[in-house]
């Protein structure tokens, strides 16, 4: 007994000090962010030149900032699209910003919907004379289209452009599964319901290939004719530079009319002094958006309007930050309904699905809600599958032009990987069975009646969300299919199809539901916010998957470009039961 307990002390005294110590680390680094916050943070006073420099993706959401000190350190994964476009918007009206700064770079992470947004912005900010400008080098056709909203578009003469023009380049792992002796066993409903392609064929189906062009071509007829317009270009002379390859080269692009100068950065810094009427010797106080921001950023409200962000693959359960859990959203809707301070809510999509279950126990508490108080939904780039179920019963559905929606269909994916357990890794297996399909699994085919049921099931499941759909967007069945079959369509052919209502962003949402609710369109607030990276950190160092999710980070900066066909297989893994998902990437969009 006495060992016993000297032992059980030593323990306890051991955890004390472990968590002691590493409390105090987490005060040191705490410190020393603010400290490091501190020193590097741009002073504000005085007339500036608001820059912009996206280097990567933006979420919808931005992040928590108590107790972090991220945005004060210019951390651009802490805002979101909607603080950068409120910040232009402020900057509008600021007499102390002179001009906007636009850094063109090759960043692809952006969707064309998230750039719509951005140029619409700044269309409003030229409203009040005050110069735009965009300078880059080596340069993305995202980052174009986004700077050739500018007054001028610079580039440097050692510099690129890489309009290309629009494609779309799938991903098969057919072959891969064949070598390792794998058998998905598939079952889908709906034609277009492409998302089980890359496992089942070498190439696009006929279907997929149809609805990939007719999407492709909605959203290039969108993006080329603002450049044409804002370039005074032709729209047919636009297409045959890019067809020609005549936009790469920054003699090309100028000869072209894509751009206004061939100029290093210093020489565009010269150019935007003459658009301010400044003297050469002027000196030019540049200002980062995320500083900017750090200095404007309004207080926190409550009440009015709530905007609800669900961005992410719909899982069953718990999620984290990145993915809609369906046990962590509905608690949020529950409480939101029951906040009397909250009038109404903005739900925000942008999702490609993910979890049958996870959807409809989604949609089941957002019909409840909407007994309370009004729903509108607000699409972002992608609302897809089981991102249009949750969205279909809204009172009214916005979407952008280049919103990728649809997708209505289901499938279900159960490999057989008996084969390659005995030919790969001499595992093999047997068993002993009192019924007839207990020791259904993944380790052998489905016999004829185990594979109908499962399809029964996925037919059932797609049968209820047409119903689905049909209700919300009062449409017979008949109209539904016609326009179902696992499709993928454009927000802009959406609206003709009745899938959606408006053509606009989410602060158009927000002004609808003020409006139609008698409430001001500025009383909104966002309701769920990322995680700070401190309170991410924290939980990295205290879960016991701190060193696997700390691996596979490592792991994915090594992998560059190519992390994605890891994630793609990776989401295979969440995969449970019947799926409303649009699994595969598009590269280019």
């Known amino acids: 007994m006495r060992n016993f307990l000297k032992t059980l002390l030593a323990v306890i005294f051991g955890n004390m000090i472990f968590f002691g110590i590493f409390f ?3 005060i040191g680094l705490a410190v020393g962010l603010a400290m490091s916050a501190k020193k590097g943070k741009e002073e504000v006073k005085g007339d500036h030149i608001l820059t912009l420099n996206i280097r990567s993706g933006l979420s919808d959401l931005s992040q928590d900032r108590s107790f972090d000190f991220s945005m004060s350190q ?15 918007k402020k900057a509008k009206e600021d007499k102390s910003i002179k001009a906007l700064w636009l850094q063109m770079n090759y960043n692809e992470e952006l969707s064309y919907a998230q750039v719509d947004l951005l140029r619409h912005a700044i269309a409003d900010f030229k409203t009040s004379k005050k110069p735009v400008v965009a300078y880059g080098e080596a340069i993305s056709q995202k980052m174009y289209y986004l700077g050739s909203a500018s007054d001028k578009v610079m580039v440097n003469p050692q510099g690129a452009l890489d309009v290309r023009g629009f494609a779309a380049q799938l991903t098969f792992f057919k072959k891969t599964l064949d070598k390792l002796e794998i058998k998905p066993q598939i079952f889908y409903a709906g034609k277009f319901k492409s998302a089980t392609e890359p496992f089942r064929l070498e190439k696009m189906s006929e279907e997929n290939k149809v609805q990939m062009k007719a999407l492709l071509s909605d959203i290039s007829n969108v993006v080329l004719s603002n450049i044409a317009h804002d370039r005074k270009l032709s729209l047919d ?44 010797k002027s000196e030019i106080k540049k200002m980062s958006m995320s500083s900017y921001l750090d200095d404007k950023f309004p207080s926190m409200k409550s009440e009015g309007i709530a905007v609800y962000v669900a961005d992410g693959d719909i899982v069953d359960g718990k999620a984290e930050d990145g993915s809609i859990g369906s046990e962590n959203m509905v608690k949020d809707i529950r409480a939101m309904a029951k906040d009397e301070g909250i009038k109404a809510v903005v739900l925000r999509v942008n999702s490609p699905g993910g979890s049958a279950l996870a959807s409809d126990v989604i949609l089941r508490e957002l019909e409840l809600l909407k007994k309370k108080k009004p729903i509108i939904v ?8 089981g991102g249009y179920y949750i ?102 052919r959406a609206k003709e199809l009745k899938l959606v209502d408006e053509i606009g962003g989410l602060k158009e949402a927000i002004a609808y539901t003020a409006k139609s609710n008698s409430l001001e369109a500025t009383n909104y607030f966002f309701y769920n916010k990322r995680k700070s990276e401190f309170a991410m950190l924290i939980e990295e160092f205290s879960s016991e998957d701190a060193k696997s999710s700390i691996e596979e980070k490592y792991f994915k900066s090594k992998l560059g470009s190519y992390a994605k066909y890891y994630d793609m297989l990776k989401s295979f893994e969440s995969i449970r039961g019947a799926q409303m998902r649009m699994v595969y990437q598009i590269n280019g969009l």
Do not use: C
């Open 24 to 26: 105090l680390l987490m």
């Open 237 to 280: 002379v636009l297409n045959l530079a890019i067809n020609e390859m005549r936009t790469s080269m920054p003699e090309d692009a100028f000869n072209g009319g894509l751009i206004d100068k061939i100029a290093y950065q210093d020489e565009a810094e010269g150019e935007l002094k003459k658009l301010l009427k400044l003297g050469e």
């Open 378 to 385: 607000s699409m972002g780039n992608v609302a897809a599958s």
């Open 391 to 492: 969205a279909s019963g809204a009172e009214k559905i916005f979407a952008e032009k280049n919103t990728i929606t649809g997708s209505i269909g289901v499938f279900g994916i159960i490999p057989n990987i008996g084969q390659m357990m005995e030919n790969k890794l001499g595992v093999t297996f047997d068993e002993v069975e009192l019924h007839e399909h207990a020791a259904m699994g993944i380790n052998k085919n489905f016999d004829a009646l185990e594979a109908s049921k499962i399809q029964q099931a996925i037919d059932k499941i797609y049968l209820s969300f047409k119903s689905v759909v049909a209700k919300g967007r009062k449409l017979n069945l008949d109209s539904v299919e016609n326009i179902a079959q696992g499709r993928v369509w454009s927000g802009a």
């Open 74 to 88: 210019g951390n651009q994964s802490a805002i979101s699209i909607y603080d950068i476009i409120d910040g232009i």
